[in-house]
């Protein structure tokens, strides 16, 4: 069981707002930046968020919020190359050790 | 640009030993935290280790705490982690990865594979 819980999987049609969701405790997601990680058919994770920072090249359709213990990756405007896995991750304090979530995989309907 | 490249996976029997390398380019690496993270066949991402910019703050998963190592040369821009012990469940796709805020990263190499298996 991973130690940040992210919804399984999420659906949407191509230009809808898709929010993904990530759920900790005070000890990791209310303490630390979290960061948002896209795989694509298992290929190499390439970070599209990380806290509310978005990286060069990243389409800024992506967005990131925080609110008390939950983090969630915001997609407005949902592309089919959005199609991915999406994974969340950040440091826990208490167990000294950075914990991922489950991820959650994305369809483009 | 950001530049991360894995080497040294391979196939390796249990029990056996690797040293994957992760060599930086395009930034002042000292300057950085780096990670090692693992993805075993068809599972999600998990946390492997960690290393402060200079080398003074190390952690491990509990899952390879006393079998892996993680070092870092600042002056050779790199990055290793030396596996020993290896167990079938370490086969996995190894990335490293660069975090600027400690807890979060933002480029990631392509990976190395390591297949543990007799």
């Known amino acids: 069981q991973s130690a940040l819980t992210q919804e399984a999987s999420v659906s949407g049609t191509v230009g809808q707002k898709v929010t993904l969701s990530c759920s900790g405790n005070?000890?990791?997601?209310?303490?630390?930046?979290v960061g948002w990680y896209q795989q694509i058919s298992h290929g190499a994770p390439k970070t599209v968020m990380f806290g509310d920072s978005l990286p060069s090249g990243i389409p800024d359709r992506f967005s990131g919020s925080r609110s008390g213990t939950t983090a969630s990756l915001t997609i407005s405007g949902l592309q089919p190359e959005d199609e991915a896995d999406y994974y969340c991750?950040?440091?826990?304090?208490?167990?000294?050790?950075?914990?991922f979530g489950g991820g959650t995989k994305l369809t483009v309907l | 640009q950001v530049q991360l490249v894995e080497s040294g996976g391979g196939l390796v029997k249990p029990g056996g030993s690797l040293r994957l390398s992760c060599a930086a380019s395009g930034f002042t690496f000292s300057d950085y935290s780096m990670y090692w993270v693992r993805q075993a066949p068809g599972k999600g991402l998990e946390w492997v280790s960690y290393?402060?910019?200079?080398?003074?703050?190390?952690y491990y998963a509990d899952s390879v705490k006393g079998r892996f190592t993680i070092s870092r040369d600042n002056a050779k821009n790199s990055l290793y982690l030396q596996m020993n012990s290896l167990r079938v469940e370490d086969t996995a796709v190894y990335y490293c990865?660069?975090?600027?805020?400690?807890?979060?990263?933002?480029?990631w190499g392509q990976g190395t594979l390591v297949t543990v298996s007799s």
């Open positions: 005070d000890n990791n997601v209310g303490s630390f930046v």
């Open positions: 290393s402060s910019h200079d080398t003074t703050t190390k």
């Open positions: 990865t660069r975090a600027p805020y400690g807890t979060a990263f933002d480029y």
């Open positions: 991750s950040t440091w826990d304090y208490s167990l000294h050790a950075q914990v």
